[in-house]
Each structure stands twice: as structure tokens, then as C-alpha cells.
T-cell receptor, first 113, second 116 residues
């Protein structure tokens, strides 16, 4: 079982729709969860972090965390063509306190005009 | 506020050669982590440096080594390059004392290494 799993996609949504991206993780003790956006040929850009169960909203983005189900998701409202990118879910496993990030393989999102 | 900067942006090397990649962390950050991202994959953790010491290491051979300088900048060295080392190498910086709280890592633009 992979430590962090994502559907590779592509996930295709029309402009203005809600895009829902999902991620599951295997280490139940994980405490920190992140969503990065990566445009083709570019480096990952942090868009959301979440640390406790529930929802966290930032503009058009909402991250949702359910530690009991070991599940984290990202909702993008009013999707725009500029949101077309690969979205990477990252988890920081429990450890000594010096964190590393374990990434999923990413979900490719395509937003059509 | 300067972000994370990496150099060079692109590099072509021959099998068996050695390479050094450089990273300057975001202003105010003291921890540097290195990741390797192969095409179509998520970044894979190589190692992390804090207070000039390697603190954590991923599943990478000893051919991969690093260093952190007193100004928090860092180098990644790869010896005896293999074709499979071709990838995007990413440096991420963070602030260690927030490690149990809202630690967020920010990436540089990466170095694209091609081994031929």
C-alpha cells in the first residue's frame, strides 16, 4: 500500500464547476497535510495546509480532513482554466519532529472553457 | 522577500560524472530539504538539513550527499551519475521551530538534471 494515494486523473471539469480532488494516506499518526499545485515544467506551489479535522477555506479553495478515515480532499469552487495543473497531496508522517513530506503521484486537473 | 532559489536551472551531465546543485532558502527559514521528482511522479524525499547536519534521509543511496552552510544555504551532490538520476531536483525550505505546528515548506524552481 502506498503511503499517499491519489487518482492520477485527468479530472475534467467545465469552467465554473466545482473540482473535487481526493487523497488517502496510510500512516494513521500523520498530523500535517498539504496541497500543492504544480504546473507543467514548474515546481510545486503550496496552496493549502490543514492540521485538524474538518474544513479549512481559503478563497475558492477548501481543504477537508478526516483523520478517522485517513482521507483529505481539496475542493476548488468556480474552477478556471488557469486551475488546470497537477495537484499534489503531501503528508508529514509522525516522527522525531524533523518533518519530511510524503507526496502522492498527483491528480491532473483539466478545466475546459 | 526572497523566495527559495536554486541553481542551475538546467544541467546536462554524462553517466559517471558528479554534479552539485545549490539552494538558498527563503528568508527567515533555517531548514532545507531536497526532493527528486521523476517525470509523472510526486517528489521523493532525499534528505533534510538543519543546523548544518543531515537530520532525516529518504531511501536514496550514499551517492547522494549534501551539505548545509552557516547561512542556511545547501548543496546536493550526486556522484557516479546514472541515467536514472535524470529528474527535477527540488529544494524546499521551512522553519524548524514550527515543526509541531504550522510547518509549511516552500519549493524553489528546481534544477532539471539530464544524464546522458
Amino acid at each position: 500500500q502506498k503511503e499517499v494515494e491519489q487518482n492520477s486523473g485527468p479530472l475534467s471539469v467545465p469552467e465554473g464547476a466545482i473540482a473535487s480532488l481526493n487523497c488517502t494516506y496510510s500512516d494513521r499518526g500523520s498530523q500535517s497535510f498539504f496541497w500543492y499545485r504544480q504546473y507543467s515544467g514548474k515546481s510545486p506551489e503550496l496552496i493549502m495546509s490543514i492540521y485538524s479535522n474538518g474544513d479549512k477555506e481559503d478563497g475558492r479553495f477548501t481543504a477537508q480532513l478526516n483523520k478517522a478515515s485517513q482521507y483529505v480532499s481539496l475542493l476548488i469552487r468556480d474552477s478556471q482554466p488557469s486551475d488546470s495543473a497537477t495537484y499534489l497531496c503531501a503528508v508529514s508522517p509522525p516522527g522525531t519532529g524533523f518533518q519530511k513530506l510524503v507526496f502522492g503521484t498527483g491528480t491532473r486537473l483539466l478545466v475546459s472553457p | 522577500d526572497a523566495g527559495v532559489t536554486q541553481s542551475p536551472t538546467h544541467l546536462i551531465k554524462t553517466r559517471g560524472q558528479q554534479v552539485t546543485l545549490r539552494c538558498s532558502p527563503k528568508s527567515g527559514h533555517d531548514t532545507v530539504s531536497w526532493y527528486q521528482q521523476a517525470l509523472g511522479q510526486g517528489p521523493q524525499f532525499i534528505f533534510q538539513y538543519y543546523e548544518e547536519e543531515e537530520r532525516q534521509r529518504g531511501n536514496f543511496p550514499d551517492r547522494f550527499s549534501g551539505h548545509q552552510f552557516p547561512n542556511y544555504s545547501s548543496e546536493l551532490n550526486v556522484n557516479a551519475l546514472l541515467l536514472g538520476d535524470s529528474a527535477l531536483y527540488l529544494c524546499a525550505s521551512s522553519l524548524i521551530f514550527q515543526v509541531t505546528m504550522n510547518t509549511e515548506a516552500f519549493f524553489g524552481q528546481g534544477t532539471r538534471l539530464t544524464v546522458v
